[in-house]
């Protein structure tokens, strides 16, 4: 799942990683018009709310007036170079003879994918910062945590509740031994 702002640096960058794989004197790079014409389309298709994007691939080509081998071709090309991927899917036949066909296959699910280099250029296009940017952030959001914490509040976040019990009585015993004073009562 990713969001819908997304869609435009998606293709854009699937536009530009076109432009770059095109050797002189083609007309085409490793993805092709029809291929940047059919990521297109599954870009606009795929539902919002669940992702689910399984289309024909007759409907595609419906849909993009061109022919059922090219789309086929497209996708292919599209899996090749790491924008698409599919998982191809069947059903049983009711009632079918032992001796017939047992199941048929119905409309692929197609999973939208990037290439390690064309997520780079979405991240950039989007203006996200790197993952290495973002685990320095962590870092120094949880160590600055840590330096202003409480003893109380470090046991307040545990999350199971045997544990916090266990670090508040240990505190009781460290602090009953310990008195803030520092000085001990005598015996």
């Given at each position: 799942m990713f969001p819908k702002?997304?869609?435009?640096?998606?293709?854009?960058?699937?536009?530009?990683?076109?432009?770059?794989?095109?050797?002189?004197?083609k007309r085409n790079g490793a993805l092709g018009a029809v291929g940047l014409e059919v990521l297109r389309?599954?870009?606009?298709?795929?539902?919002?709310?669940?992702?689910?994007?399984?289309?024909?691939y007759q409907w595609i080509a419906d849909r993009i007036h061109r022919s059922r081998s090219a789309v086929g071709e497209a996708l292919e090309r599209l899996k090749a170079c790491g924008f698409l991927d599919w998982i191809r899917r069947c059903v049983p036949i009711e009632d079918a003879l032992p001796d017939e066909q047992q199941?048929?296959?119905?409309?692929?699910?197609?999973?939208?994918?990037?290439p390690p280099t064309v997520r780079e250029c979405v991240r950039?296009?989007?203006?996200?910062?790197?993952?290495?940017?973002?685990?320095v952030a962590e870092k120094l959001a949880r160590q600055k945590k840590l330096d202003t914490a409480t003893v109380d509040d470090v046991i307040a976040e545990v999350?199971?509740?045997?544990?916090?019990a266990i670090l508040a009585?240990?505190?009781?015993?460290?602090?009953?031994?310990?008195?803030?004073?520092?000085?001990?009562?005598?015996?």
């Open positions: 702002n997304e869609h435009n640096a998606r293709m854009r960058a699937a536009e530009a990683f076109d432009h770059e794989t095109k050797l002189p004197g389309c599954l870009l606009r298709l795929r539902g919002r709310k669940d992702g689910r994007l399984d289309p024909t199941s048929e296959q119905i409309s692929n699910a197609f999973i939208l994918l990037q950039r296009m989007l203006r996200r910062p790197s993952e290495f940017v973002r685990a999350q199971n509740p045997e544990l916090r009585r240990v505190r009781a015993f460290v602090d009953s031994a310990n008195p803030p004073s520092g000085h001990t009562e005598a015996l």
